[in-house]
Every structure is written in C-alpha cells, then in structure tokens.
C-alpha cells in the first residue's frame, strides 16, 4: 500500500475525507456537519451499517450496526516518533470525546446520544496483539465506555470503531476516486501514470516525434543570422537565404 503522508491534509482537509470515505463506505444517507460548532460530531449515520459489505469491517466487531452513528475526525499536526507516543495522544483525545459525551448526557444538552462512535485518525498505530497501540486503545476505550460514571450518565455506546492511519490509507487504496480529489495525497506515480498516454517513442519521426519537433524548430532558428552576436545593434536579423549561396560541389 502506498504511504501516503496524511500530515500533509490540515485538519480541515482531512475532516473532507473522512466524511467522503464514510459516504463510500458506510453510504449516501450519511450526514454531514459544517465548519463551526459540531457538537462532536463530522458526520452521523442513522441506520443499519452491514460491516461484512464494506471496505471499513473488520472481524473484531459485530457484523450490523444499527441505530444512531456518529463519526469524529482526531487529526495530529505533527505525530510522535513511535507508535506508542501516537496510542497515548489518541487515547486523551478519545477520552475528552467521551467525557463530552457523558458531560451532554448528565445535563441534557444534545438532542440525541449516539448508539456507536467511530473515531477517524491520521496517526499510525501498532497492531502487535495485546500490547500494540490498537489494541491499548481499543482496552482503554471500551473501559471507558463501561464505567459506572458512563452507565448512571445514560450514555450507553453498543459499539465503537477506530480507523488509524494505516486503515485509512488501506480505504484509499481502495476509493482512488476520494484520494485524486485531494492533491496532498498524489504520488509521482499518478503524474508519470496521467502521462503514460500522451508519450511517443523517440526516432520514430512521425508528427508527434518529440526528437522531429526539435529538429523542425532547429533548422528553423538556424534560417536566421542575428547580427547583435557580431556586435551589431538592437535585435536586427537578416535571413540566411538573402546573403549565402549555396555552392554545388563535386566530389
């Protein structure tokens, strides 16, 4: 899989994608959320989320989801060295998330609480079983969400899921369509692939030859007698044909 740098999005344009990815993946009753207050929320989707049939699923969660989605863009400006370092950021930004959540809950300030979270990151995260970042993040997460200051709040979250770096780009492998709609993320690759087409092999001299081109514009140029190389004035020119002859010869 390409490594795409997603540092180079910004927030705002890494926001973009993750909301176009949820519409390919999840689909187009996807809602999405404009620039200013959000109320934790990207985008939400109200409805039934077959995992098996998309791109997003993963074995480690239940195949349907079904009832109220929300979806949260966590984008690191500068990531940390190691995986670790990236596990231990997400997870703060996760936990603030949910602490919002319990927080709207105990005083009745959203209209709706969701039924699942999806938490959408650049970082990257290791996926070494038990001890890696995505499995820390996952234990401390669903730990969270089952702690009797969340129950009592009436926050009951069914399910949750966490697209790191690897599985976004892994999503764009997938979605060349999303990806060429943001120019951060093309390659040289896609470059010499646009001009793979419009190339002609050289010495081939037929009307698209690059070598022939050259060589029509240098005969051309070659007409010409610029008299400023010889210390004459201004950019006056004289054509070739008016002042040499050309002799014939015989060998």
Aim: aromatic letters at 8%.
């Amino acid at each position: 899989m390409p490594d795409y740098d997603l540092t180079r999005l910004g927030t705002r344009a890494f926001e973009q994608l993750v909301v176009a990815l949820a519409r390919r993946d999840i689909g187009p009753g996807v809602q999405v959320f404009g620039d200013g207050r959000d109320g934790g929320r990207e985008a939400t989707f109200e409805g039934t989320i077959n995992w098996s049939s998309t791109s997003a699923g993963g074995a480690d969660r239940s195949d349907c989801w079904s009832g109220y989605t929300v979806l949260q863009a966590k984008f690191h400006v500068k990531p940390g060295q190691t995986p670790h370092d990236n596990a231990l950021w997400l997870q703060a930004q996760i936990k603030n998330e949910i602490d919002g959540w319990i927080r709207a809950a105990q005083a009745s300030t959203r209209s709706r609480l969701p039924d699942y979270l999806i938490f959408v990151t650049n970082v990257d995260l290791s996926a070494v079983a038990k001890v890696g970042g995505i499995d820390k993040v996952n234990q401390a997460v669903r730990r969270r969400l089952t702690e009797m200051e969340t129950t009592r709040s009436g926050l009951r979250i069914k399910d949750f899921a966490i697209w790191h770096g690897d599985q976004i780009r892994s999503m764009l492998d997938a979605s060349q369509e999303v990806r060429y709609a943001f120019p951060a993320l093309l390659t040289a690759g896609d470059v010499l692939a646009k001009l793979a087409p419009d190339w002609v092999s050289l010495g081939t001299f037929d009307a698209q030859d690059p070598l022939r081109e050259q060589l029509l514009h240098a005969i051309k140029d070659d007409r010409w007698i610029r008299l400023s190389q010889s210390g004459g004035p201004g950019e006056a020119k004289l054509w070739l044909d008016d002042i040499a002859i050309d002799l014939p010869a015989t060998l």
